[in-house]
Structure formats: C-alpha cells, structure tokens
C-alpha cells in the first residue's frame, strides 16, 4: 500500500534495513578490492604506496556508504507512503543484482571464490 497504513516501522527495524544494504555494500567492497589487489599484482607482504592504499580503502568503503545511503533515501520515502515497501524491495534488489551483475559476480560461487583467495594468501608476518 503506498498510503503507507499498517508499513511504517519503528527505529530499530529501519537500521536492519540499512545494515541489510550495509552487507551487499560491503560484499562489493571486498569484490572490488580484490580486482583492483589481482590487477596490480600486489603480493602478500608487499609494502605499498599511500594512494594504493588509500584507493584501496575507498573502493570498500565507496559501496557500503553509497548502498546504505540510496536505501535511506527510498526507505525514507516508503515511510513517507510514497512508495510502497513493495516498490522499495524491487528497485533496490534490481540494483543489487545489477550491480553484482556489472562485477561479474553472477552467483554464490563467485563470493566463495574470492573469499578462497584471500585464504590462500600466506598467514603471518611477511
């Protein structure tokens, strides 16, 4: 219902909400990470640049500010009776897969196989 009757929800449900698109903005975090950590050959243990590092830094946190902050947007509109929660859960995860679909991340088992990556790196100190 879009007049919002019976749908608004108190505070601790809309930071579940937030955290539920804090989580897909993390997992493409660390899908970007690992991209960007395999195409510029960095090795265990190698020391690197301030920019590498800070660019790094960005694009994990770059996806879990902009996903938590564009569901707020749309929850905040839901809330408002604006659009209907249906409305809300359609366009985000249309958003959510096309993202994942844009990182090549086209199943669970492209999740497994960077979180296989990052296991098989080298434990400890360099």
């Known amino acids: 219902m879009a007049d919002g009757a019976g749908e608004n929800l108190d505070e601790s449900k809309n930071g579940v909400l937030d955290v539920i698109w804090m989580i897909l903005g993390a997992i493409v975090g660390v899908v970007l990470v690992t991209k960007y950590v395999q195409y510029a050959r960095l090795a265990h243990g190698e020391k690197v640049s301030v920019e590498q590092g800070i660019f790094a830094l960005g694009i994990f946190v770059a996806p879990c500010i902009l996903s938590t902050r564009i569901a707020e947007i ?36 492209d999740i497994v ?8 790196l080298p434990k400890g100190s360099p």
């Not at 509109?77 to 995860?93: D, F, K, Q």
């Not at 196989?113 to 098989?120: G, K, P």
């Open 74 to 109: 749309f929850r905040i509109e839901a809330l408002r009776g604006r659009m209907s929660w249906g409305t809300y859960w359609t366009v985000l995860s249309g958003m959510a897969a096309s993202i994942f679909t844009f990182l090549g991340v086209t199943g669970i088992d």
């Open 113 to 120: 196989q960077v979180l296989e990556y990052w296991s098989s």
